[in-house]
């Protein structure tokens, strides 16, 4: 077993969690602001995929190349211009899903040493594959107190039945 078997599993574990956290909501809840200056839980859902797409393509160039240069981006401009209100729950969850067990294919497939590489972010500076794995599934954790904020303002129970 690979010495980084728990990383991946803990990567590939947001989709379901995440998944499970919505699973009971209307569209008008998943669509409504409980809790002010924060995004909808749809918003949420539609910047973790689009987050995903972004990282997941990165993880793929520092894999793939040597110090590839990896561009930051600004999420407030993604969910304004993605009219994440317009999407729907479900391609969404999908296409995280998707993406995760893809990319935890090819990590499980590398080699230790690869999960060192690095490429050069213009807002972070240097950042291995490693640390790529370890940010993103932070953020979906990070996300998921949202997600139960949300929850919790809106009337729900913290945990679905």
């Not at 090819?106 to 040493?113: G, K, M, Q, S």
Request: glycine share 4%; charged share 30%.
């Amino acid at each position: 077993m690979s010495p980084h078997a728990p990383q991946i599993e803990a990567f590939l574990s947001g989709p379901a969690q995440v998944r499970r956290l919505v699973a009971d909501m209307s569209r008008e809840q998943l669509e409504a602001r409980p809790v002010e200056g924060r995004w909808s839980t749809l918003e949420v859902v539609c910047h973790l995929t689009d987050s995903d797409q972004v990282w997941c393509h990165r993880m793929k160039r520092v894999i793939a190349e040597h110090l590839p240069l990896l561009i930051g981006y600004d999420e407030t401009r993604f969910a304004a211009a993605m009219r994440y209100h317009d999407r729907a729950l479900e391609p969404e969850l999908s296409l995280m899903e998707a993406m995760r067990r893809q990319m935890g294919d090819i990590l499980r497939a590398l080699p230790a040493e690869a999960w060192s590489r690095a490429g050069v972010h213009n807002e972070r500076g240097l950042v291995t594959l490693e640390e790529m794995v370890r940010i993103e599934t932070e953020h979906v954790a990070h996300h998921i107190r949202f997600l139960v904020e949300k929850r919790k303002a809106l009337g729900l129970p913290a945990e679905p039945a």
